[in-house]
């Protein structure tokens, strides 16, 4: 089964920094990998998706994910954190091969706090 | 336009009682998912239906049951709560059974007591 691995349950960085949220996946098989954020009290919303093309994703917000086979790794990165970027952040994966419906599997999500 | 709603947002329950959240959708897809959040946000799916027709069915405990009238909706019925059931409910839709990408809903927040 497909899973995902996100290092680092709390995330600090101050205004203005790089924001750097880590992610591994575990497939035999390449996946498709997913970014999503959930601001409080909301539902999540898809920031950036890697379906097998451009190894380098841009998403909303100013953030983009480069997907890494060598590493098995779909870290997500901003080069400057605004204040409006505090939210929880989750990694998730599909596996291709699911019998013709998307399963996600969803990582236990980063929670990232933006310092003044 | 909300694309996905959830009603209600909070629901407060004593446990051993029966409860339902309803989930619409206005974006035409034909598939639809139930999650559950738990307290530590670990997100994972319980039920999705395809056009009125249940395709995912994860290992969850026989007192849910989703039902779809329309492909525009699923509801989530509840029987006999427990205190265990507490959590966050999200509701989501998606194109079709092969689309990559989710809209989710707001969210119905459980409180068994």
């Known amino acids: 089964a497909q899973s995902v691995t996100q290092l680092g349950s709390h995330v600090s960085v101050s205004e203005g920094a790089l924001v750097l949220l880590r992610c591994n996946y575990s497939s035999s098989v390449p996946p498709y990998l997913f970014w999503y954020v959930q601001y409080p009290n909301q539902g999540l919303q898809l920031l950036l998706k890697y379906t097998s093309a451009a190894t380098l994703v841009k998403g909303i917000n100013g953030f983009e994910a480069e997907f890494k086979k060598s590493e098995t790794s779909f870290h997500l990165t901003k080069p400057s954190a605004h204040m409006s970027d505090a939210a929880e952040y989750f990694c998730?994966?599909?596996?291709?091969?699911?019998?013709?419906?998307?399963?996600?599997?969803f990582g236990i999500g980063t929670k990232l706090q933006v310092i003044p | 336009d909300t694309a996905v709603s959830q009603t209600p947002k909070y629901l407060v329950t004593q446990m051993g009682n029966d409860k339902s959240i309803k989930c619409e959708q206005n974006?035409?897809?034909?598939?639809m998912y139930w999650y559950k959040q738990d307290s530590k946000k670990f997100l994972k799916i319980m039920f999705s239906y395809n056009n009125k027709e249940l395709i995912i069915n994860e290992t969850v405990p026989n007192r849910f049951s989703p039902k779809s009238p329309d492909k525009a909706h699923l509801n989530l019925h509840i029987n006999s709560l427990e205190l265990g059931d507490s959590a966050v409910y999200f509701c989501?839709?998606?194109?079709?059974?092969?689309?990559?990408?989710?809209?989710f809903g707001p969210g119905t927040r459980l409180t068994v007591t």
């Open positions: 989501a839709s998606s194109h079709d059974r092969v689309s990559y990408e989710q809209y």
């Open positions: 974006l035409g897809h034909d598939t």
């Open positions: 998730a994966v599909i596996d291709p091969g699911s019998g013709g419906y998307q399963k996600v599997t």
